[in-house]
């Protein structure tokens, strides 16, 4: 049964990787910036027109945009996503290197957030209407209405202006290159942005996991426990765990969307080589082909967490296991 | 064992525009159960009934206030003592499976009870074990989930967790609703075979007839007091009950051709005497000075001026 | 008679509170029409003042006032997130709801295009459309409005798609109800506190996204003191410890996105007081 759980989806993600394409080609092709020119830049008054019909030309421009489409489709499926024109790289390896950059820095804060939200959430929801619930959702709410980036301002300003614990930018000291920089250094450098991105990823979990917590300890089976002489720590860790855990953890797989969203403004006011601050050279200066690669590749990315939530909802759920049959 | 004096349970509220509103839903409520006793509490279907046990477990919600006095094996029931007795001496066996966790297999639920019963971990398989074959229940039933069970099993679950500990007290909240006949009569039995082992049994519930196959003393509750306090014998003959409401009630069964319907009482606090005056044959202008209390009559109570 | 404020009872204050909010938006879109232009004057002069009397939140490196310049920024702020968050919460109640009760063909296309939807990271997909759009204010509300609405629509399904394994919908289905029935009189009472929390959610993500966007450089012209766009400049003079021109705007950013959580809360806590439990 898992098999054709899983049939289904890869098919699914074929189908959805054939959509987005398609959606962000014809987003791309409708943009009113002319790549060349965003090529070109401030030189274009010194290149010629003549010159300038070379670069479209090589970049198969004059073509009309169903056949360019078809032509960037079929490259795409043998795996070839082009050339990126501000690096001169091909894309994949491109979005490789920046990727593992950036996967750290995800990890790392994916995880504080989601151990800390849930606690956090937990504690308020079982301690409802006390001073920590409050502060706790004081905290939650703040964080919920905070600028990702200026979070990141923030911290900055504080740890490595003022207090210079921390380093002002990037993903190692500048000046060494990827290989000389120690693991420590590059912890060192990654905790602000991981700190930044944790401090708000926090807010939404630790709200829903209250939410449920509240709605948990006022069911039917958790009177029916009280009834039975159970404290409300033992309703919360030896009755409603699961019923809080499960829509918890789904969240958290369906917010890694939100999460590389969060890395992009965090890697752009650390100056942090990842694949978010790529994503938004990519979008300023008009590079196609690496902006559309980076589409795909994060939407190959979200559906990994989509399919974790989806997955797990099914295998814990016994009703759902069940109604659907697929997996029994 | 147990002994509820004068018990009133009133619940604030907040309505459409935040409107705070107190709403009284049980007054004067007395009520004496002895060991081996099964009383059956009725009246008509409606919150008042299924608050008592909650009242008496001391897990109302936040926005209720008790008063009255309860004295369970004749020492007062304060909040301290009873969240020492709760699952150990008072058991509640719940109306709907909507008490037991859809996520949690049913034997873990069970086990849990018992653990919090006070036996011990070494003990409790073979306990479970023992309350599931007790109900008739197979033993790989201890692995399901509850919506995989029937109206039934899961009646008998939920007995088999109010009763794999030792309570003396057992409070059974409406066990017939839903079942069918043979089903709701094996519940009642279970009921009777509980006290009759000594324990003392309160069964709340809206249908007098089968509360009659079991019960030995009935409490008839109307709008939100006790009117009336019997013996099930009473009920065999219609001369013996003394309250308008319980000869209604009596009258309205099957069994006694469906005479007549009432129209429903309710007290507001605006009500100055005995809200019964327009059903009763005995009435007469001292019903309309004051609330009656209840008196003892025979060998039960009613709450009338003229006991 | 002195009237101690902690007395009143919890209706009078949830309205005080509703009302001290709505005040609060309304000085601030005042406050924007009489004294944001100021923003625009320059003045060498008065260059890279921290707060003071005069300018409370202190001057930028060309002297404009930064407070003139906030306000008018956290209007033309609100009214982009707000516009874009109201469409997308509309958009999600309706396809949630539609996907849980309308049958297998349009749960399987509304699903189907909450995935698409939420296959990229917001940000990218905003980054996107802004490119399309080739930025601009027009830009940032289309893509804000445009993909916001996946995530609650997912949760509105889900909530939904547990209820109908309860026994009253079952029972309702029995007596021969319409889905659309079913759906308005069982589904929506239930679906409502979960819609508001999502919709509060989703005010102050509006606003926060499109404040990223500018921030990034996307949205509008550095000429327009839209907040992101004043943080954005104030990247710059981060680390010479012009603090101001950073914590000024954001604060006022963070406070107005926390007003809407506290307005919409009070707010419901008056229309469905189930939420309450005193």
Redesign the interface.
Known sequence: MITRFLVVKTC?LIL?IA??AT??FV??N????NPVDAYVGAAMLRISPDQREVIAKRWGLDRPPVERFGRWAGQMATGNLGVSTIFNEPVLSVIGKRFVTSFWLMALAWSLSGALGFGLGLIAGAREDTLLDRGIRLYA??M???????VG??L??IFS?SLGWTP?CCAWPPGLSAEQATQWQRLHHLLLPALTLSLVGIA?IT?HTR?KTIQAL?SDYAIFARAQGESTVGIVFRRALRNVAL?AV?LQF?S??????GA??AE??FAYPGLGRT??EA??R?DIPL?LG??LF??I???TG?FMADFI?HLVDP?LRK?TGAIS | MLDIQDLSIRF?????????KETCVVQGLDLSIAPGQVMAVIGQSGAGKSLLAHALLGIL???ARVEGRILFKGKPLTPERLSALRGREIALIPQSITALNPLLRVGVQVARAARLSGISKKDTPTTVNRAFSRYLLQKEVATWFP?QLSGGMARRVLTATATVGMADLILADEPTSGLDPTTAREALGHLRELADTGKAVLLITHDIETALQVADMVTVFCAGTTVEVAGAEDFKGFGQLRHPYTRALWNALPANSFVGTMKPVERTSNTIGCPFQSICNKQDATCGLSSPPLKHSGNGRVRCHHA | MTINPLAL???TR??MVILGCLILFSAIFLGAWLYGEQGQVTNLALRKLPPGWNQPFGTDWLGRDMFARTIKGLRISLEIGLAAATCSAIIALLLGLAAATMGRIVDVSVTWLC??G????????L????????GGAKGVIIAVAASHWP?LT?VIR?EVMQLR?SDYIKLSHRLGKSPAWIARHHFLPHVVPQFL?GLL?LF?HAI??A??LT????GMSPHTPEI?TL?AE??RY??T?M?WL??AP?LA??L???T??VLGNNVR???D?KT???
């Open positions: 699914r959805l959509a987005v959606l962000s987003l791309v409708s943009s009113p910036v709410y703040t919920a209405s905070t600028p990702t980036f200026w301002m923030i900055l300003m202006v002002v939404q709200l939410e006022r829509p789904t369906a890694l969307g939100e999460l590389f969203g992009v403004l752009q006011v994503t938004v979008g300023i008009g902006l980076i589409v994060s939407t990315f979200v559906f989509n909802y009703r109604a | 604030t509220r907040y309505t459409f525009g935040l409107k705070k919600p936040r926005n919506f | 009872d919890r209706r949830t309205m995935d698409v939420m296959a990229t990271p917001h940000l990218v997909l980054i996107l459309i802004s490119f399309a759009c080739g995530a997912r889900a394994t929390v959610l102050p926060l996204h404040a990223g921030f990034l450089g996307f992101g943080l104030s990247m981060l680390t410890g603090w950073a914590v954001g950013l963070v107005s996105a926390m809407f959580d806590a008056l229309l007081p309450l439990r005193e």
